[in-house]
């Protein structure tokens, strides 16, 4: 997904507290299994209903616009060419808000230079999960891309707007700092070929 609301291109899968295989963006949904019943035994959890998530529903992937110096050096803008996301809660904090939500379908944009009106076109339908606190901010985004994510100044990679591709685990700290705690695959940052 390109969202601006912390600046993720890409349909998300797979929290570090759960396991999900990776799977093709193509490929159907893929679901976190409920773990065997012999590790359940060994690790003595009680209580286990099975893995219920809640229904998918649509999402969709809103156009936007980063003034110049949040990712590039200029005003990035993306616009959504072909879209059909999806949008499901995995597990929900004990007061009822969204713990862990899944993300995945198709996902199409082109980012665009808004001074030049440059753009490229990429893949960003991966898919993955976003891990919220129980206040409703980030603390992690697991991606299986491709799918998009931008980095600022003082966040834990070189500013930009990258296209990932591959397994990367994003942590927020409390005070929003953005980490790459995991990076396996390859980083496109859109700006560089959109920088005149």
Known sequence: ???ERPALVGALVV???AVVPAAPAAAAPVAVAPPAPAVVAATQVTGWTGYQPEPWRPWIQEEWIAPAGRYCSFPLGVRVVSQDIRVRVL???PGGAARLEEFA???TVDFVNVD??????????GSGVAEYRPDG?????TIV??????FRAGDGLPKGYYILDGLHVISFDAD???RLAVGIGNRENVCDPLTP
Request: proline letters at 6%.
């Open 1 to 3: 997904m390109a969202l």
């Open 137 to 141: 901010s980030y603390a992690r985004y």
């Open 15 to 17: 929290s570090t507290l």
């Open 116 to 125: 030049t009106g440059a753009s490229v076109r990429r893949d960003a339908g």
């Open 145 to 150: 891309g491709p799918a998009g994510f931008g």
């Open 176 to 178: 929003g700092i953005r």
């Open 91 to 93: 597990a929900r904090h």
């Open 105 to 107: 379908g198709p996902l």
